[in-house]
């Protein structure tokens, strides 16, 4: 079912389920797996057959970081020159909906992958972690800024400078993650909110997504702007005129993505 070598991708319905698969490394983040994701996740962006996708883990382990034996040997310059870990934003570049799925372990990179989904469902045993500072160096795929961003910086400068993990309950309560399940449903719970993403209008969803992220880069009054303009367009959509009809006839929309 799967083409790729460090995950696995299901087409359920109308949402992809992406599986991090390299147990024996605990699903650390070596350029194979990054490039199997890069793959996947632009196979889903072009793929109209599907609205919205989950990515997950083990339950041990959602990704226990970097691939410190694969960085353990550069030097700056094989870093610098390479410019390590450029490709994430392709991920990140992603315009369809997706939900990072966390059970257990989410340190170092595998902590920043979970934030660079839209959101995050965490089972009870998940635990979040930038602990770079013990391998003497930092965050590299994002993690100083989006933890600060999510949790505030009292919270992000701990977890960064002590490498404490952070449990689901207090990750949930700091605006980490969006919910917290128990872990025997966290496939299940992620799926069923998947798939009530994927059964909304699809440009709605690309453009409710694209106005929540902007609000990360834009001051008050752009992004206000920003918001309000992409409305208008929406009423240039066919799903526009149908949602708003099948809300006077009191039934479920039936959407084109047109
Ligand atoms: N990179 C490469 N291999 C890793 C790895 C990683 N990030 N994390 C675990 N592994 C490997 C271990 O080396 C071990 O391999 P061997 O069997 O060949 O010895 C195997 O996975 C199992 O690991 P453990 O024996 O350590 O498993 P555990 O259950 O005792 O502990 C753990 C689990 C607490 C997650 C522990 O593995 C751990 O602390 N891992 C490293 C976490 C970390 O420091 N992450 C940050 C990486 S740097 C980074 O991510 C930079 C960035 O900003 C992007």
Redesign the pocket.
């Given at each position: 079912m799967s083409d790729y070598e460090t995950i696995l991708v299901e087409k359920k319905g109308a949402v992809t389920l992406v599986t991090l698969n390299r147990p024996?490394?605990?699903n650390?983040?070596?350029s194979d797996v990054l490039a199997d994701l890069i793959n996947a996740f632009a196979n889903y962006d072009a793929d109209d057959s599907q609205r919205c996708l989950v990515l997950t883990g083990s339950e041990?382990?959602f990704a226990?970081?970097?691939?410190?034996?694969?960085?353990q040997d550069q030097s700056f310059a094989d870093m610098y020159k390479s410019d390590f870990?450029k490709g994430w934003e392709k991920v990140t570049a992603t315009r369809k909906p997706w939900i990072a799925a966390v059970a257990g372990?989410a340190?170092?990179?595998?902590c920043?992958v979970t934030m660079m989904a839209d959101f995050i469902i965490a089972a009870d045993t998940a635990k979040f972690?930038?602990?770079?500072i013990?391998?003497g160096?930092?965050?590299?795929?994002g993690?100083s800024q989006r933890l600060t961003h999510a949790i505030g910086k009292a919270k992000a400068m701990h977890m960064c400078l002590t490498?404490e993990m952070m449990g689901a309950e207090e990750a949930l309560s700091s605006g980490l993650v969006a919910k917290v399940v128990p872990a025997a449903d966290l496939i299940d719970e992620a799926m069923k909110t998947a798939e009530t993403i994927a059964g909304m209008a699809p440009l709605a969803a690309i453009a409710n997504k694209e106005m929540v992220n902007a609000a990360y880069e834009m001051t008050l009054a752009e992004g206000i702007n920003f918001e309000r303009r992409l409305f208008h367009g929406l009423f240039g959509t066919q799903d526009q005129k149908e949602g708003m009809k099948a809300f006077v006839e009191k039934r479920p929309g039936n959407w084109t993505g047109k």
């Open positions: 024996q490394a605990l650390a983040l070596n041990k382990v226990a970081g970097a691939d410190i034996k694969e960085m870990f372990y340190l170092g990179g595998g920043e972690g930038q602990p770079e013990k391998l160096v930092t965050p590299g795929m993690g490498g």
